[in-house]
């Protein structure tokens, strides 16, 4: 048996006193960005599903009104619905929101299709990064064509 086995291990242990506590000081900023960046993470999908579900709103609207009312009352009609949307899912998730609805292609055709896009910042946690979302929603316009013989 060693004579000096017991001063050895306590001289062992007295350096690596403190190295947890630098391990602690070094893993949490690491691990709060991982939680932020987790938060951010949903913040950022949660306000691309508020802006699909506010564009095929508005692209709903859209669809049913283009074809019995002129381009202005439709249009305006699926960008308030849009706005609605946007307020009931998420009233303070996306910021600068901005509705556009093109006139549609080729109106009065087969074909005729519309379209609503919302844009919109999404708010961030990190002072150096700036999230956009941008959603699209097109569909062919609800109307009544007669067969051609």
């Known amino acids: 048996m060693n ?8 001289r062992d242990a007295d350096r690596e006193s403190g190295v ?3 391990e602690f000081v070094l893993l949490t900023p690491l691990l709060f960005f991982l939680i932020f960046a987790t938060v951010q993470f949903a913040l950022y999908f949660f306000a691309r599903h508020v802006a699909i579900a506010a564009a095929q ?17 439709w249009s305006s009609a699926a960008v308030t619905e849009s706005n609605v949307w946007i307020n009931r899912l ?7 929101s901005n509705v556009l609805v093109p ?11 519309v379209s609503v896009t919302v844009r ?21 316009v609800e109307q009544f064509i007669p067969d051609t013989p």
């Open 3 to 10: 004579r000096h086995g017991g001063a050895r291990r306590r």
């Open 20 to 22: 947890s506590a630098i």
């Open 57 to 73: 709103e508005g692209d709903r609207v859209a669809r049913s009104e283009a074809a019995t009312t002129d381009y202005p009352t």
């Open 90 to 96: 998420g009233p303070n998730l996306l910021q600068g």
């Open 103 to 113: 006139p549609g292609s080729a109106p009065g055709n087969a074909d005729w299709t």
């Open 120 to 140: 919109a910042s999404v708010p961030s946690l990190f002072t150096w990064a700036n999230f956009t979302v941008t959603e699209t929603s097109t569909g062919p």
